[in-house]
């Protein structure tokens, strides 16, 4: 009991992910294409380079920052491990989904927004990268339904 209350919000975005993969796959296309070499780049590299880049640096980074300054973390939008999304998150959600902005058209990174927020969440909750990668690159799957 005590492990699947831990893990909660991990274990509800990978429900959440694979929902969306199936509502996906049974109305929006017709086949599911697998390439090895599209498998190693966005299920492995980009999600440990990403979360190292995003959540290991930008929002431990900031949140060391906020800690140091409790007036400003103690706004809407907390820092604390028991608030749902910190501001911490917040600021690194936007970086990642701007820098989205770069190879992708707008609604592309307007919809990272989201699962950054659940990637940064589960960071903030666990303070640990594997989880996010592991979230991410699962999340990433979406580029094998064409």
Partial sequence: MFIAKKYFV???SLLGG?????FRLSFFTDNFAFNINKFYY???IVPVLEEWIFRGNIQ?????????????????L????????SVQNVIT???FASMHLIYSPASHALMVF???LIFGLVYDRHQKLIIPVFLHGFYNLDVFII
């Fill in 10 to 12: 991990f274990l509800i």
């Fill in 18 to 22: 694979i929902v969306y993969f199936a």
């Fill in 42 to 44: 966005y299920i492995i």
């Fill in 60 to 76: 431990r980074m900031l949140k060391d920052k906020l800690d140091k300054n409790k007036e400003i973390s103690e706004t809407v």
């Fill in 78 to 85: 907390s820092d604390t491990a028991d608030s749902f999304i």
């Fill in 93 to 95: 959600s936007v970086l």
């Fill in 114 to 116: 989201i699962p950054s």
